[in-house]
C-alpha cells in the first residue's frame, strides 16, 4: 500500500512539474533561435498596433522592400532605428522598449528597467527578467506592443476633453475635443 501511495505521490508531482515547467513559454530565447522576434516582425506588429495601414500594393513587394516601407512609416517612433536595421536580425530588449515607450509617451529619459516596468503596467503582464541585451520570443514582443492601445483607450477616458490627434487611431478617440454638456 505504501508503495501504491509512494508512486501516485511521485507520479502527481511530475504531472505538475511538466505542466508548469512546459506551460509557459521562454521570454528570452537566443537570438538566433527561429521564435526570436525580428525587426521586420516587430515593424509589422507596431504597424498593426497602431492601426497604420501599409500602402496599397506593398505586400507584393521584395522583402527587403517592404521593410523599407515599414521603416519609413515607423520613422517618427524611433529615431531611425529600422532604417539602420537589418530586417531579418532580432531585436535586442533594449530598442524593442525604447521603441515601444517612446510610442506610448513620446518621452525618453528613464532606464531600461523603469521603462520595461511601465510599458509591462500597460499592458497588464508581469514584468520578465531581461537585461537590455536579451533578445525576446515573438509572443512577448506582441504582449509588449499591446501597451500601444492600453494607452490609446486610457487616454480616451482619462483625458477625454483634451485635443488629441489620435496616433494610434483607436476606436472612439476623435480628432476634437469632447463637447462639454
Partial sequence: MRKITYLVAIALGLAFFCVY???EEEEVVSCDAPD????????EMLVKALDIQPPVGSEGLSDEEYYEVLSNMLASLSSAYF???NPGDSIDAQDLTDIIY???????????DEKLQTICDLSGIEVPELTPEDCVSKELAAQLVSALKSVAIAEAYILPDRPRINPFGAPGITEEPASQS
Fill in 21 to 23: 515547467s512546459y506551460g
Fill in 36 to 43: 526570436a522576434v525580428t525587426n521586420v516582425e516587430f515593424a
Fill in 83 to 85: 532604417a539602420q536595421a
Fill in 102 to 112: 517612446f510610442a506610448c509617451t513620446k518621452a525618453d529619459g528613464l532606464t531600461f
